[in-house]
């Protein structure tokens, strides 16, 4: 008897804990099956209708349906939308055991809210620059739907605080704030059922246009050989930092409607440039540099770019001249596939086998302290010149000839 005793004792903790932490995860499939995204349990209609009564309304089979294969639904019934008003339901990518817990989320759910229940958005807004709360400072408050604005709430800060009340919930929402010539936006984001209240903290800065405070900490290229183009990939990875507490907003005139942030330069004669980190327009590029044009707040921030050479019949070079001090640069060559030399700049050569390129033999060039208006030269050699496949089938072809030519004359004579 104590010793049953004993073992309840100990498991109601445990029992209660798993059961909660059971329906966050369930809840985390709602969200990251994007559910979130167009449907509310007992707010009323979103995108798609309130989950709500959806128990009442189907068998457990169809609401299985419903979630992992609509179609079935809309052939089942013959009717495309079930619902008037609404879209088509589209499919989601939900596995059947996904399905069976999403299912159980809105069992589980539909107990713990209470209908149409309004929801608060509160928090404050700190100028980071002066390191204080932000006061009376205009606040909008956004209502998305399909990424279309429906209705806007605008609010002035009183010390720093700010709360829109009373809200309907069934519908997403972003907050804006315009402040010393910069927009700040957050990202759109949802209530879940069972949330009543978010809090928001967002920090702007006090914009400058002093460039001194911009320092390139450290770049790196990547470079890697592919075999069938024989060309040379480089990945460039730009790590700058803005030392100030300011944002950063370029030096050039906001007349000109674009702000130029800071210049990068490129290797003049590349191909195929790509932005893997970030949407192209948010540069400007030209032959010879990129300019970065997203105003930049205090931190570092990472510029990520890539590009493709392709390699001549004996050797290739690419230079340029740096537009920035770079306090330390290093470039990673897989010289087991590749002749590479470096011209221009001291370096300190080491050969590597890095993790994570495992497969390949890697050498690393560091170079330190660059100042802006030096120029690098890097001149690539492919190694396979007298002993690829073309050039063996074209010496044997050579041969070949030489030795029928040989052979007529020889004839003749
Ligand atoms: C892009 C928006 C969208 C997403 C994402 C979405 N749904 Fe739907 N859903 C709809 C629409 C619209 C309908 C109504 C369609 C109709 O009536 O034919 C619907 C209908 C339903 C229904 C039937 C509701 C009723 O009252 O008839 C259920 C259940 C459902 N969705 C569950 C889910 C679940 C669970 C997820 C996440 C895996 C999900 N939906 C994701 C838009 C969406």
Redesign the pocket.
């Known amino acids: 008897m104590r010793f049953i005793l004993f073992l309840l004792l100990y498991l109601a903790p445990f029992t209660a804990i798993s059961i909660e932490e059971d329906l966050n995860s369930l809840e985390n499939l709602?969200v990251e099956?994007?559910?979130i995204?167009?449907?509310v349990v007992g707010r009323g209609k979103f995108?798609?209708?309130d989950?709500y009564?959806?128990l009442s309304?189907?068998s457990e089979e169809d609401?299985l349906q419903?979630?992992q294969n609509?179609q079935a639904i809309?052939k089942k019934y013959s009717k495309?939308?079930?619902?008037d008003g609404?879209?088509?339901?589209?499919y989601?990518n939900?596995d059947s055991s996904e399905a069976k817990r999403?299912l159980e989320y809105?069992k589980r759910t539909k107990g713990l809210v209470r209908k149409n229940s309004r929801v608060k958005i509160s928090g404050t807004i700190k100028n980071f620059s002066e390191n204080k709360l932000l006061d009376s400072q205009e606040v909008q408050l956004e209502f998305v739907m399909a990424d279309k604005v429906k209705n806007t709430e605008k609010q002035i800060t009183n010390n720093g605080n700010f709360i829109f009340n009373n809200l309907i919930g069934n519908i997403a929402y972003r907050i804006k704030i315009f402040y010393d010539g910069i927009e700040y936006s957050t990202d759109k984001f949802y209530f879940l059922p069972r949330e009543n209240n978010k809090s928001v903290d967002l920090i702007v800065y006090d914009s400058t246009q002093k460039i001194k405070n911009l320092k390139v900490n450290s770049s790196h290229l990547i470079i890697s050989y592919d075999e069938d183009s024989e060309s040379i990939v480089i990945a460039e990875i730009i790590n700058v930092e803005n030392q100030s507490r300011n944002i950063f907003v370029g030096t050039n005139n906001f007349s000109e409607k674009i702000r130029k942030i800071n210049s990068y330069a490129l290797f003049p004669g590349i191909e195929n440039l790509g932005f893997p980190h970030r949407s192209k327009e948010t540069f400007i590029v030209s032959q010879e540099n990129v300019i970065d044009t997203l105003p930049m707040p205090p931190g570092n921030r990472r510029i990520v770019l890539t590009y493709a050479k392709q390699l001549n019949f004996f050797s290739t070079t690419i230079s340029k001249v740096f537009l920035n001090d770079i306090s330390s640069l290093t470039i990673i060559v897989p010289e087991n596939k590749l002749s590479f030399t470096l011209d221009g700049l001291e370096y300190i050569r080491k050969e590597a086998g890095i993790k994570e390129l495992e497969d390949d033999q890697y050498s690393t060039y560091s170079i330190s302290d660059i100042t802006k208006g030096q120029e690098i030269k890097l001149t690539f050699r492919k190694y396979d010149l007298f002993f690829n496949t073309k050039s063996v089938i074209g010496i044997i072809f050579i041969l070949f000839m030489l030795g029928i030519f040989l052979y007529k004359r020889f004839k003749k004579t």
């Open positions: 709602f099956k994007r559910c995204t167009c449907h995108v798609g209708p989950l009564d959806v309304k189907y609401i419903w979630i609509p809309y495309m939308p079930i619902n609404y879209p088509p339901m589209p989601m939900v999403l809105l």
